[in-house]
Each structure stands twice: as structure tokens, then as C-alpha cells.
């Protein structure tokens, strides 16, 4: 596996809040450190542009500054390209002309948010179900950056104990199941289960009942499979990946390996820092 090669910039952007003295002991929420985050990768937005527009709710924080730049007329002629039926909603009501992958097959710079970050840029997305889309639409761009609050940073692949999702097709869903169980036979305290649209994708425990519960169903009309496991991945996560993807049955997965080009991570204290991953290269 290529090492990344990172250079970091040091940016304080200052909250509201912070800039009031009576509340300056006060840490900002996760919320507003995702707002902080999404603003600064919006910066590298441009007229002209087709956007990648994640999914969840650090991309809602972009998406909402793209709409407020085109109002504006700070920002003109771009075209979006969502990542789930939800993205293509936000942005619709923000006032982004939207497009798809058959219209613009190479994407200008993809702003998402990420669910976990490894220290070579590594990724896990998908806990929202949107996995699929999200990996061709930031697979096809030019520049995808990342953005995160420094809870999402963590020294190896699901190593929050939090689910790794694989999108898999209803037909079999239980075979399926059982192959990825086999794939990580031996694996210390490995579990995984189907996702249902009653169960928080971000719960590590079991319901007893799940199989009595509807299965939660993708924008592609998938399934999801939520693995776990307690100490996070080892191993080689190019390997892991084609073992996952060689199970018939399996449409893609959580894991995104050397996709992306930059990561901005705010900081509890409002500040942010940009980490570039000179080895990104995706033949774009």
C-alpha cells in the first residue's frame, strides 16, 4: 500500500460564540465544527465547476454555502451531482442546478463528510446508506476532499467500534450474510448483522428481533450489511477489499481506499487544519 504524503495548513477560522468573552471557555458543538469544516472546503469551489455533493450532515452544511454563494452571485454556471435522492433534495432546495454521471462522467471536486479517517486517508463512508453513489461520483472526480470533525480521525479503519457497511442485493441477502461471516472467520469478536430501517446504523447491538423488522433499503434498492469489529481492521485493506468484492452478492462496500485528495478536520477549539494526500491518483 502507497504511504501518504501530507501537508498540513493551519487555518483559524473563529466561531461565533468563541468571539463573545463570556462564553469563551465554552468548546463549540459537533454541529457547528461540521459548519466550520464544510465552509473551508467550500472556499476551493470555483464558477464553472461540477460539483460532487455528499451526503449527510456535514455535506448539508456544504451544500447550504453553495446555495447561499449562488444567490449571491459569488458563485455562477456550477452544476451539481448528487450522491443520494437526499443530497439531490438539500440541493435542489438550495438552488443548485443539478446533473448526473451521464451528463458530466468526470467530476470537477467532490465535498463530502466521512464517517471514519485512518492516517493515510483511508475511509470509511456509508453508515447513511448512500456508499454506492457516493464512491462513483467521488471516484470520478478530479479533487474530492473530505470533511470532518477530529472525532472522525482514528488510527485504523473501524476501529470506533462502528459499523463498516456493504451494500448487497436483496436476492439471498441471508447467503450473502453468511459469506461475509466466513471472510472474517477467526477475526477476534467479528460480527455483523442486516441493517433494518429501525436499527441506528451507528448501534453496535444486536436486535433480537431483527428479522421480524423491515430491511432497510438503499436508493438503489439494496441492502445494507453493517460489519463490526472491535479493534478495527488489519491487514491489508486492498486485499480486504477484493475479498469483499468477489463475494457474489455484494454490490460495494464502506471502505474508501486512496480516493481522497484532501481531509479538513476542525478542531475542538474552532480552528481547522487541511491535510493534502500528495499520493492521491485516481486517473482522473
Not at 455528499?54 to 449562488?70: K, V, W
Not at 476501529?159 to 461471516?181: C, D, M, N, Y
Not at 431483527?210 to 438503489?220: A, K, M, R, Y
Request: some cysteine.
Amino acid at each position: 500500500m502507497q504511504t501518504a504524503c501530507t501537508r498540513t495548513v493551519d487555518v483559524a477560522i473563529p466561531l461565533p460564540h468563541l468571539l463573545k468573552p463570556d462564553l469563551a471557555t465554552m468548546a463549540p458543538s459537533q454541529d457547528e465544527l461540521k459548519r466550520v469544516a464544510a465552509h473551508r472546503a467550500v472556499e476551493l469551489v470555483e464558477s464553472g465547476m461540477v460539483i460532487g455533493l455528499g451526503t449527510g450532515s456535514t455535506a448539508a452544511h456544504a451544500l447550504d454555502r453553495i446555495g447561499d454563494l449562488i444567490r449571491s452571485g459569488a458563485l455562477r454556471d456550477v452544476v451539481g451531482i448528487p450522491t443520494s435522492e437526499w443530497a439531490a433534495a438539500r440541493a435542489a432546495g438550495a438552488g443548485i442546478p443539478l446533473s448526473d454521471l451521464n451528463a458530466h462522467p468526470v467530476v470537477d471536486l467532490s465535498i463530502d463528510g466521512a464517517d471514519e479517517v485512518d492516517p493515510a486517508f483511508n475511509l470509511v463512508k456509508g453508515r447513511g446508506g448512500s456508499l454506492l453513489r457516493e464512491k462513483m461520483v467521488e471516484g470520478a472526480s478530479r479533487r474530492f476532499v473530505v470533511i470532518v470533525d477530529d472525532s472522525k480521525l482514528v488510527p485504523r479503519l473501524a476501529a470506533s467500534g462502528l459499523a463498516v457497511p456493504v451494500e448487497i442485493i436483496p436476492f439471498g441477502w441471508a447467503l450473502t450474510l453468511r459469506r461475509l461471516q466466513s471472510l472474517f472467520d477467526g477475526v477476534p469478536s467479528f460480527n455483523l448483522k442486516l441493517r433494518t430501517a429501525s436499527v441506528d446504523a451507528k448501534s453496535t447491538a444486536f436486535d433480537e428481533n431483527g428479522s421480524e423488522l423491515e430491511p432497510f433499503v438503499t436508493d438503489n434498492k439494496n441492502y445494507i450489511a453493517d460489519l463490526f469489529f472491535e479493534n478495527g481492521i488489519h491487514g491489508d485493506l486492498r486485499v480486504i477489499s477484493d475479498a469483499l468484492l468477489r463475494i457474489t452478492g455484494v454490490v460495494e462496500h464502506g471502505l474508501f481506499l486512496g480516493l481522497a485528495s484532501s481531509v479538513v478536520v476542525a478542531q475542538k477549539d474552532g480552528a481547522v487544519v487541511v491535510k493534502d494526500n500528495e499520493a492521491t491518483s485516481n486517473g482522473i
